[in-house]
């Protein structure tokens, strides 16, 4: 079964930068968006950020300027560049392939942690 592996969260200071990633472990057909979403300690997941089949990408308003997500198609791989983070930042997140026909599919998720 194919499954989303997530890296590159960890523990950083307010102000500062992560990068995750996520890649898939075999191969995914008619994938249409990737994206990738978050839940804090006591609230419900939330997107973040997502790119479109077309191409096009959305965030929350919440970290617009800050964070930028970009993928790569031929690698089925989709990335989030966290700038400037805050402590509302933190939690796990998870990225997520939706696909046309075929539903989603959900990493394990990872952890940020953005101390003050």
């Known amino acids: 079964q194919v499954q989303l592996v997530e890296s590159g969260g960890g523990l950083v200071q307010a102000g500062g930068s992560l990068r995750l990633s996520c890649a898939a472990s075999g191969s995914i057909f008619g994938i249409n968006a990737m994206g990738w979403y978050r839940q804090a300690p006591g609230k419900q997941r939330e997107l973040v950020a997502r790119i479109s089949g077309g191409g096009g990408a959305d965030y929350a308003d919440t970290v617009k300027g800050r964070f930028t997500v970009s993928r790569d198609i031929a690698k089925m791989t989709v990335a989030l560049q966290m700038n400037v983070l805050k402590p509302e930042d933190t939690g796990v997140y998870y990225c997520?392939?939706?696909?046309?026909?075929?539903?989603?599919?959900w990493g394990k998720g990872t952890l940020v942690t953005v101390s003050s």
């Open positions: 997520s392939y939706s696909t046309i026909g075929r539903g989603s599919y």
